[in-house]
């Protein structure tokens, strides 16, 4: 009963800035990771960004290397929502992206969730 909607992907060209956003429904007991992975043609899936131990008070933030500086990424739990801040945005940021959340939902194991999905093209 865990839903994840992401909005925000567009076209845009190099240098500009696009602001992903993901929004989970359903019942969650606790937020373990909540983050976005991005895949582009022909590549393979790549964690962009993520919060981890979000539910704790040592949470923290992971960047990959090739966004790090540009991107930010940040959440709120009661809000059952997270962002991506693009920043001087680059062609080769250009793929699919994907919100997911890790997180306990009635249960004692906890379990991903993965979002639609969202285009985003960087391109002049």
């Known amino acids: 009963q865990v839903q994840l909607v992401e909005s925000g992907g567009g076209l845009v060209q190099p240098g500009g800035s696009l602001r992903l956003s993901c929004a989970a429904s359903?019942?969650?007991?606790?937020?373990?990771?909540m983050g976005w992975y991005r895949q582009a043609a022909g590549k393979e899936r790549e964690l962009v960004a993520q919060?981890?131990?979000?539910?704790?008070?040592?949470?923290?933030?992971d960047y990959a290397g090739s966004v790090k500086g540009r991107f930010t990424i940040s959440g709120d739990n009661a809000k059952k929502t997270w962002y991506l801040e693009m920043n001087n945005l680059e062609p080769d940021d250009t793929a699919v992206y994907y919100c997911y959340l890790d997180a306990l939902s009635g249960g004692v194991s906890v379990k991903r969730y993965w979002g639609q999905g969202t285009q985003v093209t960087v391109s002049s």
């Open positions: 359903g019942s969650i007991v606790s937020f373990k990771v």
């Open positions: 919060i981890t131990r979000a539910d704790a008070t040592d949470a923290s933030t």
